[in-house]
């Protein structure tokens, strides 16, 4: 499973594994330390978690029981998405590093451009503010890079045009069917690394029967052939489980993907994400 073992290089020249594993969903406790343990024995270096997913605590624990060297992981924590301010942003960037129980964080994002409680609110100035306690951050080497998440482009170029620091990453929801073209264009123009959580559409794009199709065309499954199309799209997937076995089975992509397929599977349009059974 070389995948495990490759790397993306960020703007700024810091290193990030092509493959992480999402923790998005993993309930505090022992859910998410087992999760995060699981996934650093099978070979995971890249963990990503939230403050608003809950679970910071128990995710910095299973990465020091672990064993593995604080430098061989790339840990990545999200400011909540209703922090839009410079104190605040500055006093939950400290409170990450406690919970996670690290003297530096990799990867420090904003969640989102607006509270996930007033989607669509215009936040210029709170994003700007915030991302300045992040920037300060960056400079005194408490986080080896920082971003954001869910960003558009008019998002992004707020930050560009009010902050001294490109953002390192843009985290978004992207998979097979989902048209993320305008952001990662401009991702690409401004040297952004973009990230795709929800790489398997959280579950329902494995239904997909083209997908289905592709997969046995390879001898491969369907969580394998959505993962790869991303590695293919150059961006870094985060997907998530509680299983080990598709833990292994979701890393187990060395395997190329032909150009003709890659654009068939560019043909396939659609969401098919449900939200009834999310919390
Ligand atoms: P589980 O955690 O029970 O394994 P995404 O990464 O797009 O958010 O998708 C996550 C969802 O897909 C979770 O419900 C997870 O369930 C499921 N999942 C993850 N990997 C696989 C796989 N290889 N095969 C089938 N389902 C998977």
Known sequence: METLKAT??????????????????????????????T???VGYRH?????????EKSVGRAIKDSGIPREAVFITSKLESHIKDYEGAKKA????LEALDIDYIDLFIIHAPWPWHEMGKECNAGNVAAYRAME???????????????????????????????????????FIGLDQSKTIEFCKEHDIFVEAYSPLGI?????????????????????QICIRYLLQKGVAPLPKSVHRQRMIENADVDFVIETEDMAFLD????????WDDIA
């Open 47 to 55: 963990i990503d978690t939230a403050q608003g997913y809950g679970n």
């Open 136 to 174: 300060e951050a960056y400079n005194a080497g408490k986080a080896r890079a920082i971003g954001v998440s869910n960003f558009e482009t008019e998002h992004l170029q707020n930050i560009i045009d009010n902050n001294e620091i490109v953002p390192h990453v843009n985290q978004i929801g992207y």
């Open 93 to 96: 960037f400290a409170q990450t």
């Open 203 to 223: 579950g329902y794009l494995l239904e997909n029967v083209d997908i289905q199709k592709m997969a046995v065309k390879y001898g491969k499954t369907p969580a």
């Open 39 to 41: 996934a650093l024995e």
């Open 8 to 37: 993306y290089t960020l703007s700024n020249n810091v290193a990030i594994p092509k493959l992480g594993f999402g923790t998005w969903q993993i309930k505090e406790g022992e859910d998410a330390y087992n999760a995060v343990k």
């Open 267 to 274: 043909t396939i349009k659609g969401d098919p994400r449900r």
